[in-house]
């Protein structure tokens, strides 16, 4: 009997150890975001609303990390006079100049032609797995699932560095 109750004890904090311990994705997802402060990106964890999908009445808040890329060097100027744009893997109604699926959040009908082709070119260049894609005086961004890899990761980071130097 007493040897029963040491075992039942003994699995009791075996298993309380094992609910602690992160899982292999919560691992690999440190990892990876460690890898991307590494890099120059800024992780956050956030609750992104992307606008209303057709046929929803509200929009569905997800949460997620957003992968960040800092501007610097911008004059009071050329902040005031930024056009702000985010972009959302949803169907809905603004999705006037982007392909099929995908939404604007802000900045609908403010990019020139020439800025539009560029975002175009880099939409069709993202992985399966970003949900959006935003550009502020601050900085440049998205959310992204985590699927993939370093070698995403390194993609992404040369996509948002572009972006940084192209101004916009």
């Known amino acids: 009997m007493k040897w ?3 075992v039942v004890i003994m699995m009791s904090l075996i298993g309380s ?14 990892a990876l975001r460690l890898k991307a402060k590494q890099i120059g990106f800024l992780v956050q964890l956030e609750k992104v609303t992307p606008p209303r999908a057709k046929g ?6 997800r949460d997620m990390t957003g992968y960040r890329v800092l ?5 009071r100027e050329a902040k005031n006079n930024f056009k702000t744009w985010q972009i959302f893997r949803v169907e809905s109604i603004a999705d006037i100049g982007l392909p099929s699926g995908w939404s604007w959040g802000d900045g609908e009908r403010t ?29 440049v961004g ?8 370093d070698e995403v990761l ?10 940084v130097k192209e101004g916009f």
């Open 4 to 6: 029963m109750i040491i």
């Open 17 to 30: 150890m094992m609910w602690v311990m992160p899982t292999p994705r919560q691992k690999y997802q440190a």
């Open 56 to 61: 929803e009445m509200e929009a569905e808040s």
């Open 71 to 75: 501007r610097t060097g911008l004059s």
């Open 111 to 139: 990019l020139t032609d020439s800025q539009l082709d560029t975002l175009l070119e880099a939409i069709s260049k993202l992985p399966a797995g970003v949900f959006s894609f935003e550009s502020t005086p601050a900085y």
């Open 142 to 149: 998205l959310h992204w699932d985590e699927e993939g890899g």
């Open 154 to 163: 390194e993609q992404l980071k040369e996509l948002l560095d572009a972006f």
